[in-house]
């Protein structure tokens, strides 16, 4: 087919379909020995700026209003061949595609091809930090690839660890996450939708993650603690290995802030049902007392659940099972619900208790 393509070439009976759209369509069609041809004998410019004419095939016409540049279309597709020829033959390496703005260096990382990337980065004037219209670098790419020898490569030719770290947290890549904060990323800065990366990761149930950022020095400033609490993050997925590792660090049971349904941790893990998690921060000095913010006690989510094991390890720490809110009691709650056991805990604990009502 090369030869074929060489032989029909014909430059002055190709007015209606400029050079540059041959130079493209070579290029998807991974013919190199035509390629050649067109820039070594017939002089093709090979940045291909000059798209006159009708496109060849819409395959054609796709990649070059996409990405523009033939060095470009070669990376994307993984004609890694073609984009060294052309890089030597001239191609800019830091061109930009029309919409994206992705560069040489973004479509490499992207790939995760280790030799070419490496020889794009070794590329005198190849700027490591390019930011595309998503304002994500090509060390982000190669995040979202989960690529992680292209990580570690465009970090020691001195990309941003910084820049990545959100990517990585919010994908649970792990072993990129590490990668990051070993060279030096602030494992406490502000992720995607203003979240602390270590509630992102909480949230997500994520404990690699969590436990590197942890490792790492992240901690909750009061603000945060406020406003994005790892502590309720955690325990609203469920994630006792989180909430057991988070009090293992300090964490108080109570939490320093209220989930967006206004829940202390422990009311959280009754509401979802997560007894595991519940019995951990009890076991761990929570509150057995606390109301959330309507005022709601504990013992009422507890009733609500109808486990029975809960209300016995909450009666056993001291919760007011008797407690009345607005003339109703736990009693009527577990009543409301059909949890036949728990009105029976309830009515035996009430006939032990002197206080009952």
């Known amino acids: 087919m090369d030869q074929t393509l060489v032989q029909n070439f014909n430059a002055s009976t190709n007015a209606r379909q400029s050079i540059a759209w041959q130079l493209t369509k070579a290029t998807v069609d991974n013919s190199l020995v035509f390629i050649r041809y067109l820039v070594d004998q017939q002089?093709?410019?090979v940045n291909g700026a000059d798209y006159n004419g009708f496109a060849p095939d819409a395959e054609c016409r796709y990649w070059a209003e996409?990405?523009?540049?033939?060095v470009i279309v070669a990376a994307t597709l993984e004609r890694f061949e073609i984009a060294i020829y052309l890089i030597?033959?001239?191609a800019q390496v830091n061109s930009r595609t029309p919409t994206s703005q992705e560069t040489l260096l973004h479509k490499a990382a992207e790939k995760g091809n280790f030799a070419f990337l490496n020889h794009v980065l070794e590329l005198p004037g190849?700027?490591?930090d390019p930011l595309d219209s998503r304002m994500e670098t090509p060390a982000v790419k190669a995040t979202r690839f989960n690529h992680l020898s292209a990580v570690e490569a465009l970090i020691r030719r001195g990309a941003s660890e910084n820049i990545p770290l959100p990517v990585a947290v919010a994908m649970g890549r792990t072993a990129i996450v590490r990668l990051l904060l070993e060279t030096g990323a602030d494992p406490e800065q502000i992720g995607h939708g203003g979240r602390p990366l270590l509630y992102v990761a909480a949230k997500q149930g994520n404990t690699s993650v969590v436990e590197a950022l942890l490792d790492a020095g992240a901690h909750e400033d009061p603000v945060a603690r406020a406003s994005c609490p790892a502590m309720t993050a955690a325990t609203t997925q469920g994630s006792h290995h989180i909430v057991q590792r988070l009090l293992s660090r300090g964490w108080s049971p109570d939490g320093d802030g209220l989930d967006r349904d206004h829940l202390p941790p422990l009311h959280t893990a009754l509401q979802y049902g997560y007894t595991i998690v519940a019995t951990i921060l009890i076991n761990n000095g929570a509150d057995v007392n606390m109301l959330d913010a309507d005022g709601i006690p504990v013992v009422f989510y507890a009733a609500e659940l109808g486990n029975i094991e809960v209300l016995t390890l909450l009666q056993s720490r001291?919760?007011?099972l008797n407690i009345n809110i607005n003339g109703v009691t736990?009693?009527?709650?577990?009543?409301?619900?059909g949890r036949r056991e728990a009105v029976r805990?309830?009515?035996r604990a009430g006939r032990r208790s002197p206080?009952?009502?």
């Open 43 to 45: 002089g093709v410019d």
């Open 318 to 320: 001291g919760a007011d």
């Open 126 to 128: 190849i700027e490591i």
């Open 88 to 90: 030597e033959r001239g």
């Open 345 to 347: 805990f309830f009515r």
């Open 330 to 337: 736990a009693q009527q709650k577990a009543a409301e619900r």
């Open 355 to 357: 206080d009952a009502h």
């Open 66 to 70: 996409n990405l523009r540049h033939p």
